[in-house]
T-cell receptor
Framework: AQKITQTQPGMFVQEKEAVTLDCTYDTSDQSYGLFWYKQPSSGEMIFLIYQGSYDEQNATEGRYSLNFQKARKSANLVISASQLGDSAMYFCAPPNYGGATNKLIFGTGTLLAVQP | NAGVTQTPKFQVLKTGQSMTLQCAQD?????MYWYRQDPGMGLRLIYY???????DKGEVPNGYNVSRLNKREFSLRLESAAPSQTSVYFC????????????FGQGTRLTVV
């Protein structure tokens, strides 16, 4: 069965340091992708970044980048130069869970706390 | 610039009452979703509609029904509310291609007493 795994329930990082949040998608699909979303304490869901398994280069959006390891089926989110406003829940999600078109299932999330 | 609009924002129900959560998007998106998020937990998919005219079960469909009324609107109905359905409910929509993100509403906080 397909499974989305975020192994870090909670993490601390010092302001201005980089942090890596893990996400693994156990799938038999040859072609897949992973979204990352941020949910601050205010509750809204904010899209951060996406990468597909056939993208040749790791995706980058400002301070966010993905460390996509196809063999491990993981797409870890790297946040560089952490800011206090990065404190939030972070969720990953494949766009077509289990091969079902547009079925969007989220991992359990990682709570990131940025310390001054 | 509305995006995804959910109504109501807050609701209190008594056990056994019914209600419908409304969701509308103005982005001409094909796919729409309903999630619930319990305190301190992640989002769990209740139902989704990959395209107008189709609906499918998600992870936690029991106790809910949905209607894709048209391309814009996707409603979630609780026929007989239970305290276990106390949660924050999010509606989302997406274009429906694999590499385009979903956009979320602001959520509905539902309490069943």
């Amino acid at each position: 069965a397909q499974k989305i795994t975020q192994t870090q329930p909670g993490m601390f990082v010092q302001e201005k340091e980089a942090v890596t949040l893990d996400c693994t998608y156990d799938t038999s699909d040859q072609s897949y992708g992973l979204f990352w979303y941020k949910q601050p304490s205010s509750g809204e869901m904010i899209f951060l970044i996406y990468q597909g398994s056939y993208d040749e280069q790791n995706a980058t959006e400002g301070r966010y980048s993905l460390n996509f390891q196809k063999a491990r089926k993981s797409a870890n989110l790297v946040i560089s130069a952490s800011q206090l406003g990065d404190s939030a829940m972070y969720f990953c999600a494949p766009p077509n869970y289990g091969g079902a078109t547009n079925k969007l299932i989220f991992g359990t999330g990682t709570l990131l706390a940025v310390q001054p | 610039n509305a995006g995804v609009t959910q109504t109501p924002k807050f609701q209190v129900l008594k056990t056994g009452q019914s209600m419908t959560l409304q969701c509308a998007q103005d982005m001409n998106h094909n796919s729409m979703y309903w999630y619930r998020q319990d305190p301190g937990m992640g989002l769990r998919l209740i139902y989704y509609s990959a395209s107008e005219g189709t609906t499918d079960k998600g992870e936690v469909p029991n106790g809910y029904n949905v209607s894709r009324l048209n391309k814009r609107e996707f409603s979630l109905r609780l026929e007989s509310a239970a305290p276990s359905q106390t949660s924050v409910y999010f509606c989302a929509s997406s274009v429906g291609s694999a590499n385009t993100e979903a956009f979320f509403g602001q959520g509905t906080r539902l309490t069943v007493v």
